[in-house]
């Protein structure tokens, strides 16, 4: 399996916006690599594709920023990151059974927190060849005359689907927590509200990239999204086009009264 052509960097200092795209590419390219080889299928497809892009990650990352803080799904967490004022938090594979599934709705996060606030962060869709990036935030495109909501493919969340008759928005079934975000940049959705629990991980690189486009990004109770937690639980998320955030944190407020 030949490797992408990341060498050629060498001796070059990128910029964290740039580092975070980088590698968030090189790892989409190695993951449609495994996928490739043939050697594996179902769940021990997504064993190697996560193994295999949590190593190239978190080695990069400790050879390009050595003074900073790391997270990932896939590494063993320790306490030496909540000393850290900037601390990069990664997911080899957003997405791992739709990844080993060979679907297109999976991603790769790369993103850096600086005193716990997602200021850096890249979202790679290697199913669909594209890398969506805080150093490059492009226009949001129209949005539709009818709001669409993202949610899980397998288990909506019922406070979604609350929210989602409330407003009468109609709901798009996606797979992983990055490729839902980025519908939403991407304009083929404008709101993705999760209630049923994350990670640090599933959310950083997502939530910075849809600031840095202009969306909305908060907890279901308005609150901002705090990382390099020692409890790295998310409990829920909401990333909408600007224009629905009032309305949907107004609508989930009444789910809870």
């Known amino acids: 399996m030949r490797p992408p052509n990341w060498f050629s960097l060498t001796g070059f200092r990128m910029t964290d916006a740039e ?32 193994e295999t892009a949590n190593q ?8 390009q920023r050595p003074d900073d803080g790391l997270l990932s799904e896939e590494s063993k967490d320790t306490s030496e990151r909540l000393s ?18 060979e679907r297109s709705d999976w991603a790769v996060h790369v993103a850096l927190c600086v005193d716990g606030r997602p200021e850096v962060g890249a979202v790679a869709l290697p199913g669909l060849g594209k890398v969506l990036c805080t150093g490059k935030p492009g226009e949001l495109p129209e949005m539709a005359a009818k709001p ?9 969340a019922a406070e979604a689907v609350a929210v989602a008759d409330a407003i009468s928005a109609e709901l798009v079934p996606m797979g992983s927590a990055g490729a839902k975000a980025m519908a939403v940049v991407r304009g083929e959705a404008e709101i993705y ?7 640090e991980w599933d959310s950083a690189a997502p939530v910075a990239v849809a600031l840095a486009h202009g969306l909305h990004a908060s907890r279901i109770d308005g609150s901002p999204l ?5 409890d790295t639980y998310m409990p829920d ?10 309305t949907v944190l107004a609508e989930v407020a009444k789910l809870s009264s």
């Open 148 to 156: 669409r909501m993202v949610v899980s493919r397998t288990r909506p």
């Open 193 to 199: 509200l999760h209630t049923g629990g994350q990670y």
């Open 84 to 101: 850290k004022q900037r601390v990069w938090i990664v997911d080899p594979v957003d997405g791992t059974r739709e990844f080993g599934e």
């Open 226 to 230: 705090i990382y390099n937690q020692a």
């Open 237 to 246: 998320l909401l990333i909408c086009r600007a224009e629905y955030a009032e």
């Open 56 to 63: 190239f990650l978190c080695h990069a990352l400790r050879h």
């Open 19 to 50: 580092l975070a795209a980088h590698l968030a590419e090189c790892a989409g390219k190695i993951l449609l690599e495994v996928r490739a080889s043939g050697m594996f299928e179902g769940k021990a497809l997504g064993n190697a594709g996560d």
